[in-house]
C-alpha cells in the first residue's frame, strides 16, 4: 500500500504565496488523501517540490506539488493553476495567521523512548516535564525549560524522516546502555566533540534505520535547559537543544511563546561539531567498529570495558 496522509480541512491562503504574514481562508471540509504515487513509487516519500496525489472521498481529484509546510508542520500544496492551499485536521485555523513558513529542514531531537538521566533516576523523554530536574555529564543538576515535541510525517519528509539507531555498547565503554535512536543531525558528545549522530554512521553499530521500519507518523523530543548542555540519554553524552534548530519546527512553539514571551539565544557549547563522517576521527571510527584503544580491556558482548571519562560516566539514583 502506497503512504498517505489524510486530512479533514483544506483552506484557501490569503495573501498568495504563502509568507509569514498570511492567513488561512475558509476551509472546504472533505475526505482528502494524499499519495505518494505521483513519481510512480510507493516508496513512502515524497520531497519538497515533488507531487502527490489527492484523492476526495476515495475519487482522485489530481497531481499537487509539495511547497512548503506551515509552522504547525501542516503541508501547503502548489495547484496546477499556481495556487496554494494548506491541508489540516484543525478546523479552527479561520482568520489566523499560517506563521513563517518552513522547509522543516531541522531535526535535531530524540527518538520516543530515550531514557533521560533526572534527579530521580532515568525517564523516558517524552514524559519530562517543564521544571524537571536533569543531569548533565559533568554531574551538575539543571532543570528543564522546554520539552519540544515535532510530528514527523513520513510522506512529507522523505530522507529527513530516516532516525539514526546506536547500538548498545556501540560507543564504547558499554554505551549507550540501551539501543539509542535519534535524528541525523542530532549531536553526540564524545572525546570532547560535538558529533551528529550521521557522521557515526558505519552501516554495522550504528546505522540509518530503514525507511520500511518507520511508521507513517512519529514524533520526536527536544530537551531545552538554560544552556547549551550536555546531558544523559540511555547513560550516553548527548546535546540538549540550541537554537540554531528553530523552536519554530515543534508543533507546540506557541507554547514556548505562551510561556516566555519570545524567542532567546542560546550559545552554542564551546565544542568543535563534526556534522560529516570524513572528520570523523579515526580513534572514534575505531571504538564505533567495536575496536578497543591499545591496552583497554575489552567488557562483555564484544566492547570496552567501562570508563571514567565525565562524559561517558552512567550515574545511577543512588550514587547521587
Same mark, same amino acid.
Given at each position: 500500500?502506497?503512504?498517505?496522509? &489524510?486530512?479533514?480541512?483544506?483552506?484557501?491562503?490569503?495573501?498568495?504565496?504563502?509568507?509569514?504574514?498570511?492567513?488561512?481562508?475558509?476551509? &472546504?471540509?472533505?475526505?482528502?488523501?494524499?499519495?505518494?504515487?505521483?513519481?510512480?513509487?510507493?516508496?513512502?516519500?515524497?520531497?519538497?517540490?515533488?507531487?502527490?496525489?489527492?484523492?476526495?472521498?476515495?475519487?482522485?481529484?489530481?497531481?499537487?506539488?509539495?511547497?512548503?509546510?506551515?509552522?504547525?508542520?501542516?503541508?501547503?500544496?502548489?495547484?496546477?493553476? !499556481?495556487?496554494?492551499?494548506?491541508?489540516?485536521?484543525?478546523?479552527?485555523?479561520?482568520?489566523?495567521?499560517?506563521?513563517?513558513?518552513?522547509?522543516?529542514?531541522?531535526?535535531?531531537?530524540?527518538?520516543?523512548?530515550?531514557?533521560?538521566?533526572?534527579?530521580?533516576?532515568?525517564?523516558?523523554?517524552?514524559?519530562? =516535564?517543564?521544571?524537571?530536574?536533569?543531569?548533565?555529564?559533568?554531574?551538575?543538576?539543571?532543570?528543564?525549560?522546554?520539552?519540544?515535541?515535532?510530528?514527523?510525517?513520513?510522506?512529507?519528509?522523505? &530522507?529527513?524522516?530516516?532516525?539514526?539507531?546506536?547500538?548498545?555498547?556501540?560507543?564504547? %565503554?558499554?554505551?549507550?546502555?540501551?539501543?539509542?535512536?535519534?535524528? !541525523?543531525?542530532?549531536?553526540?558528545?564524545?572525546?570532547?566533540?560535538?558529533?551528529?549522530?550521521?557522521?557515526?554512521?558505519?552501516?554495522?553499530?550504528?546505522?540509518?534505520?530503514?525507511?520500511?521500519?518507520?511508521? +507513517?507518523?512519529?514524533?520526536?523530543?527536544?530537551?531545552?535547559? =538554560?544552556?547549551?548542555?550536555?546531558?544523559?540519554?540511555?547513560?550516553?553524552?548527548?546535546?540538549?537543544?540550541?537554537?540554531?534548530?528553530?523552536?519554530?519546527?515543534?508543533?507546540?512553539?506557541?507554547?514556548?511563546?505562551?510561556?516566555?514571551?519570545?524567542?532567546?539565544?542560546?550559545?552554542?557549547? +564551546?565544542?568543535?561539531?563534526?556534522?560529516?563522517?570524513?572528520?570523523?576521527?579515526?580513534?572514534?571510527? &575505531?571504538? %564505533?567498529?567495536?575496536? %578497543?584503544?591499545?591496552?583497554?580491556?575489552?567488557?562483555?558482548?564484544?566492547?570496552?570495558?567501562? %570508563?571514567?571519562?565525565?562524559?561517558?560516566?552512567?550515574?545511577?539514583?543512588?550514587?547521587?
Amino acid at each position: 500500500m502506497p503512504t498517505t496522509e &489524510a486530512f479533514s480541512f483544506g483552506y484557501s491562503i490569503l495573501e498568495d504565496p504563502p509568507d509569514g504574514s498570511s492567513t488561512y481562508g475558509s476551509p &472546504a471540509i472533505q475526505n482528502y488523501e494524499f499519495r505518494d504515487t505521483a513519481d510512480g513509487t510507493s516508496d513512502g516519500m515524497t520531497a519538497i517540490g515533488g507531487s502527490v496525489e489527492l484523492y476526495i472521498s476515495g475519487a482522485f481529484a489530481g497531481t499537487f506539488t509539495v511547497w512548503w509546510f506551515t509552522a504547525s508542520g501542516d503541508p501547503i500544496m502548489e495547484h496546477s493553476s !499556481g495556487g496554494h492551499a494548506a491541508y489540516s485536521n484543525n478546523g479552527f485555523l479561520i482568520g489566523t495567521n499560517v506563521g513563517p513558513v518552513t522547509t522543516g529542514t531541522y531535526l535535531y531531537c530524540f527518538g520516543e523512548g530515550t531514557l533521560i538521566e533526572t534527579d530521580t533516576g532515568q525517564c523516558a523523554v517524552e514524559t519530562l =516535564q517543564i521544571g524537571d530536574v536533569v543531569q548533565t555529564a559533568d554531574g551538575r543538576a539543571v532543570a528543564v525549560k522546554w520539552i519540544g515535541s515535532q510530528t514527523i510525517r513520513k510522506l512529507f519528509s522523505g &530522507a529527513r524522516a530516516q532516525l539514526v539507531q546506536i547500538r548498545a555498547g556501540a560507543l564504547g %565503554c558499554g554505551l549507550p546502555t540501551r539501543d539509542l535512536t535519534v535524528t !541525523g543531525d542530532h549531536g553526540m558528545v564524545l572525546d570532547g566533540l560535538v558529533i551528529n549522530a550521521s557522521a557515526l554512521v558505519n552501516c554495522g553499530s550504528v546505522d540509518w534505520v530503514p525507511l520500511a521500519e518507520i511508521p +507513517d507518523r512519529f514524533m520526536v523530543y527536544h530537551v531545552e535547559t =538554560q544552556a547549551h548542555d550536555v546531558i544523559l540519554a540511555n547513560g550516553t553524552a548527548s546535546e540538549t537543544f540550541v537554537d540554531v534548530a528553530g523552536r519554530m519546527e515543534f508543533d507546540n512553539h506557541q507554547e514556548y511563546l505562551d510561556l516566555y514571551g519570545a524567542e532567546r539565544i542560546i550559545p552554542e557549547m +564551546d565544542r568543535p561539531r563534526i556534522s560529516s563522517r570524513r572528520l570523523l576521527p579515526e580513534a572514534i571510527r &575505531a571504538r %564505533c567498529a567495536g575496536v %578497543c584503544p591499545a591496552g583497554a580491556a575489552r567488557g562483555g558482548a564484544g566492547v570496552p570495558a567501562p %570508563c571514567e571519562r565525565p562524559e561517558h560516566a552512567v550515574r545511577s539514583a543512588d550514587a547521587r
